[in-house]
C-alpha cells in the first residue's frame, strides 16, 4: 500500500470500530483558536477565491512549458538531504530528469558528511559559512532552485538566508513562524512556493474544503469536531494539514480548539488502533475528522491516509517545474502555493 486514500461518509449512526476510536468524544471545552484562521492559501489574513482550473494559462507559450520539461537545465539544491523527506524528492527528481546538485545544508553534527542517495554523493554543510556556500552555488547554477526540507527550528533562518541571496525556493518544511515565514519572503520579492501539504490530491481536498467553508459559513453549526491524526514519531508537531482542515471547519461554524487535535505518535497503537499497515510506520499521514450533531444523531466523517513519502516527493518535484516555468515566463516574483501548481495544469 502506497498512495492515497480519500473518503468522506454520512452515517446516522456512528459505525462501531476500536481501530477510529478517540480517547473522549464528550466534555470538550472548546474554542475559536486564540491564532485566528489557519488557512492553507498562506496567512490567515490572507482570504483569496479558490478556484480551480486544470488547464494552462493562455499566455504560457508552448516553448516555454517545454523548456522546463524534465532534463532542461533545471537544478535543484535539496536541503535536509539525509532526512527521509529530502532522500525521497532526490529520488523523484532524478526520475523527473532534474539535476540534483550535490550539496546541501543540514546541521552542525552533519557537517562535511557524505550523503549517498541514489548513486550521488552529496556534501553536507553546517551553518557555517552557509551564504558563501549558497551564492557560490547559484552563481554555478543560475537557474538553481532550492528543496528545504529540514526541521521546524530552521524554517526561518534558512526563508531569510534563501531571500537575502535571491534563489528560488520551495518550503516543504513545515512549523516555524508562519507569520514571519511569509513577511521575509514577500519583502525579498522573490520567487518561492510555500506550502503545508505537498501531496496534489490533498491539496484538492483542502481546496475543497475551502470553498465550502467561503460558501456555506455556518453550516455546520452547534456541532462537534473530533481530530485524530497519525504520523511517525520523528514528528513533533500536530499536522499542518489537520491545522487547516480545523480551520475550515471553525469557519462553518464548528468550536474546536486545536490543543485538542488527538496527536498519535506510538507505533502499537498506529497499527492496533488506527490500522497503520506495519511497513509504514515510519512515514505515513493518517487523518480522521469527526463531526457529531447536537443531539447526536447525525454524524459526518472525512478521512485521508498516506502511506509513504512518494506523494509529497512528486508534488515538491511539479512544485519546482511549476516554478521554474514561472521564473522562465518572467511571471510576478511572489510566494506560490500548492493551488497554484494544481492550477497550472501541467503536472506530470
Not at 507559450?61 to 535536509?80: A, R, T
Not at 532526490?90 to 530528469?97: N, P, T
Not at 481536498?205 to 497519525?230: C, H, K, N, R, T
Amino acid at each position: 500500500m502506497n498512495g492515497l486514500m480519500a473518503s468522506s461518509s454520512v452515517f446516522l449512526h456512528r459505525p462501531v470500530d476500536s481501530r477510529l476510536a478517540f480517547a473522549s468524544r464528550k466534555n470538550h471545552n472548546a474554542g475559536k483558536c486564540g491564532n485566528g484562521r489557519v488557512s492553507f492559501m498562506g496567512i490567515g489574513t490572507r482570504r483569496l477565491p479558490v478556484v480551480l482550473s486544470m488547464t494552462a494559462s493562455a499566455d504560457s507559450g508552448d516553448e516555454v512549458v517545454k523548456s522546463v520539461l524534465p532534463g532542461n537545465s533545471i537544478s535543484i539544491m535539496v536541503n535536509g538531504c539525509s532526512g527521509k523527506m529530502g532522500k525521497a524528492v532526490i529520488k523523484a527528481a532524478e526520475s523527473a530528469g532534474v539535476n540534483i546538485v550535490p550539496i546541501s545544508f543540514g546541521s552542525a553534527g552533519e557537517d562535511g558528511q557524505t550523503v549517498e542517495v541514489c548513486g550521488k554523493e552529496i556534501t553536507v554543510h553546517g551553518p557555517a559559512e552557509r551564504e558563501k556556500v549558497l551564492s557560490s552555488v547559484f552563481e554555478k547554477h543560475p537557474e538553481l532552485i532550492v528543496v528545504d526540507y529540514t526541521v521546524p527550528s530552521a524554517v526561518n533562518d534558512n526563508a531569510e538566508l534563501y531571500s537575502k541571496v535571491g534563489v528560488p525556493f520551495v518550503m516543504g518544511t513545515t512549523g516555524g513562524d508562519r507569520d514571519k515565514l511569509y513577511e521575509t519572503v514577500e519583502k525579498a520579492k522573490i520567487y518561492a512556493v510555500i506550502s503545508p501539504q505537498m501531496g496534489k490530491q490533498v491539496v484538492a481536498f483542502l481546496a475543497a474544503m475551502e470553498i465550502m467553508a467561503e460558501q456555506f459559513p455556518g453550516a455546520f453549526s452547534g456541532y462537534s469536531l473530533d481530530v485524530m491524526e497519525s504520523h511517525q514519531a520523528s514528528k513533533l508537531d500536530a499536522s499542518g494539514t489537520a491545522k487547516a482542515v480545523i480551520s475550515c471547519f471553525q469557519e462553518l461554524g464548528v468550536s474546536y480548539d486545536m490543543d485538542q487535535i488527538q496527536l498519535i505518535r506510538d507505533p502499537k497503537q498506529q497499527v492496533e488502533m488506527v490500522g497503520v499497515p506495519e511497513e509504514h510506520i515510519s512515514g505515513h499521514a493518517f487523518h480522521l475528522y469527526h463531526l457529531t450533531s447536537p443531539d447526536e444523531t447525525v454524524s459526518f466523517e472525512f478521512q485521508h491516509n498516506v502511506c509513504g513519502r512518494s506523494i509529497y516527493a512528486e508534488g515538491t518535484v511539479d512544485a519546482v517545474l511549476f516554478l521554474a516555468k514561472k521564473i522562465r515566463l518572467k511571471a510576478d516574483q511572489r510566494i506560490y502555493n500548492m493551488i497554484d501548481v494544481l492550477r497550472e495544469g501541467n503536472m506530470r
